[in-house]
């Protein structure tokens, strides 16, 4: 048998592939660096970026749907912003969204994440209507009873989540959520039983008097405008200027440390979840003496939803939730005549308020991140 010497292989390591010349960022290697300082004008170009990006994709949704963009343009601009009656109709639509939106913001400025707007809602609506119904106080001063009786019942229809929240340390999500379950059960039980309109034999209570009802003001607007401003100009004080906002910051920032530094978190917590149903009590009066005129079924409906977004897209502040509440308005008013005159049915409004909410929400890791190369290593 012959032995043969192994044969000996001569292998050259392998050259490293070159990155493609036309497109050199794909061969980099990136990292995720947060930023340790993020100005406002680059959060508001984000943002802006964001909404637009979520405009465009509404927009393709709506074209696909069977909505030209002339249509689109007509409806959601020229029609909403330059035709007096709906220009009316869009002011009428964005006081209570204002307020509900202002009271998301408060209580979300103390990491309350308070998903219980439509039961606090339908709690003011009936603590405003149980004083129409059974005639508490002068003629003269009923409207403002009706305003009062529905701050303290909003408020009230928040302290139960509250006390969970405080006393066992219960997340607030779950119980402010089943609570508009709870407020919106009991309201049909009195619109079908005692508080049903006698006239009709409908499923409302009966017509407000007119001195129970949101008087106009000059050029049709309703007076309910008038009360979101002065609601909003008391937040932006409360929020902004007074020495609560200051803590709040704090508090918003880290609750534990705020604590630590000796800031009362369980009062500021505690006050700020009162005023959030309080203000969320007065939107439902807004609706029924404003709108309706009347306590009905479903006169929330969509408002909490609204009142979050609003929230959300403002970043908590009072002026940018009175500016995004009058462009959902104008969302609503544009959405209802979609529905009228092309089918469209408003579902498609809400899925454009959760295409827009999915928009900012990505919008915020490109503010407080950023992508930076990795700089190569020579072995």
């Known amino acids: 048998m012959s032995l043969e010497p192994p044969t000996v292989r001569n292998v050259l390591p392998t050259a490293p592939?070159?990155?493609?010349?036309?497109?050199?960022?794909?061969?980099?290697?990136?990292?995720?660096?947060?930023?340790?300082?993020?100005?406002?004008?680059?959060?508001?170009?984000?943002?802006?970026?964001?909404?637009?990006?979520?405009?465009?994709?509404?927009?393709?949704?709506?074209?696909?749907?069977?909505?030209?963009?002339?249509?689109?343009?007509?409806?959601?601009?020229?029609?909403?912003?330059?035709?007096?009656?709906?220009?009316?109709?869009?002011?009428?639509?964005?006081?209570?969204l204002v307020v509900t939106g202002l009271a998301a913001a408060i209580a979300f400025r103390t990491r309350f994440w308070n998903l219980g707007l439509e039961g606090q809602m339908i709690a003011g609506a009936i603590g405003a209507t149980a004083v129409s119904i059974y005639g508490i106080g002068p003629p003269?001063?009923?409207?403002?009873?009706?305003?009062?009786?529905?701050?303290?019942?909003?408020?009230a229809w928040v302290i139960v989540p509250l006390w969970l929240r405080v006393r066992l340390g219960i997340n607030e999500i779950i119980s402010t959520l089943m609570l508009n379950y709870v407020a919106g059960d009991f309201l049909l039980f009195l619109l079908y039983g005692s508080w049903k309109d006698p006239k009709d034999a409908f499923p409302h209570s009966p017509q407000y008097l007119s001195f129970?009802?949101?008087?106009?003001?000059?050029?049709?607007?309703?007076?309910?405008?008038?009360?979101?401003?002065?609601?909003?100009?008391?937040?932006?004080?409360?929020?902004?200027?007074?020495?609560?906002?200051?803590?709040?910051?704090?508090v918003h920032a880290?609750?534990?440390?705020?604590?630590?530094?000796?800031?009362p978190?369980?009062?500021?917590?505690?006050?700020?979840?009162?005023?959030?149903?309080?203000?969320?009590?007065l939107s439902g009066w807004l609706?029924?003496?404003?709108?309706?005129?009347?306590?009905?079924?479903?006169?929330?409906?969509?408002?909490?939803?609204?009142?979050?977004l609003i929230a959300f897209l403002a970043r908590n502040h009072p002026i940018g939730a009175c500016g995004v509440g009058f462009l959902v308005a104008m969302l609503f008013v544009a959405g209802r005549s979609l529905q009228v005159f092309y089918q469209i049915p408003f579902s498609m409004v809400q899925l454009i308020q959760a295409i827009l909410v999915i928009s900012v929400a990505a919008s915020d890791f490109f503010v407080r991140h950023r992508f930076q190369p990795v700089a190569s290593r020579i072995e």
Request: glycine fraction near 10%; aromatic fraction near 8%.
């Open 17 to 96: 592939r070159a990155p493609h010349p036309s497109i050199p960022w794909l061969s980099r290697r990136y990292t995720i660096e947060v930023r340790q300082h993020v100005g406002r004008t680059r959060q508001s170009i984000v943002v802006l970026a964001s909404l637009i990006a979520g405009v465009l994709v509404s927009g393709a949704i709506l074209v696909a749907a069977g909505v030209s963009a002339g249509d689109l343009w007509t409806e959601f601009v020229m029609q909403t912003l330059f035709d007096a009656q709906s220009l009316r109709a869009v002011l009428f639509e964005a006081a209570p």
């Open 265 to 281: 978190v369980r009062r500021l917590l505690i006050g700020t979840v009162l005023i959030s149903g309080a203000l969320a009590g």
């Open 212 to 250: 129970e009802r949101l008087p106009d003001l000059p050029g049709g607007i309703s007076a309910a405008l008038l009360v979101a401003f002065v609601v909003t100009a008391a937040a932006w004080w409360a929020l902004e200027r007074s020495r609560a906002s200051l803590y709040l910051r704090f």
């Open 140 to 155: 003269g001063a009923r409207l403002g009873s009706m305003m009062a009786a529905a701050l303290v019942c909003g408020a």
């Open 287 to 308: 609706l029924c003496a404003g709108q309706e005129g009347r306590l009905t079924q479903a006169f929330y409906s969509g408002y909490g939803f609204s009142g979050v």
């Open 254 to 263: 880290s609750e534990s440390v705020s604590r630590a530094v000796g800031i």
